[in-house]
């Protein structure tokens, strides 16, 4: 069973900063997908941004590239969201996942956290 245990959210004004952690256990990571999505209220989950364990091939979608950036740190076995020029638009429950394919589609992924939640002000 693999437990995804995600922190670093918090509240933070418009142009801050934040770093998502996600601390991953329970099997071996060298042939998936690590990946970020959010949630915001009244909304479908999308898509962020994910890494492959092994190569550190990375996708960011569209809307944070440039101020997001994925990351993993293979011995912690966890995987980082630095998150920059936050918007107030960025307000949402980000969520990590696992899977065996590197894709911006839920269905990629099997394993979920709990989720953390991102608050901007204005």
């Known amino acids: 069973q693999v437990q995804l245990v995600e922190s670093g959210g918090g509240l933070v004004q418009a142009g801050g900063s934040l770093r998502l952690s996600c601390a991953a256990s329970g099997r071996t990571f060298s042939s998936y997908t690590m990946g970020w999505f959010r949630q915001a209220p009244g909304k479908e989950r999308e898509f962020v941004a994910a890494?492959?364990?092994?190569?550190?091939?990375?996708i960011h979608a569209d809307s944070v590239k440039g101020r997001f950036t994925i990351s993993r740190y293979k011995s912690k076995n966890t995987v980082y969201l630095q998150m920059n020029s936050l918007k107030p638009e960025d307000t949402a429950v980000y969520y990590c996942?696992?899977?065996?394919?590197?894709?911006?589609?839920?269905?990629?992924?099997?394993?979920w956290g709990q989720g953390t939640q991102v608050t901007v002000s204005s």
């Open positions: 996942a696992a899977g065996p394919s590197l894709g911006t589609r839920i269905r990629l992924y099997d394993y």
């Open positions: 890494i492959s364990w092994s190569f550190g091939s990375t």
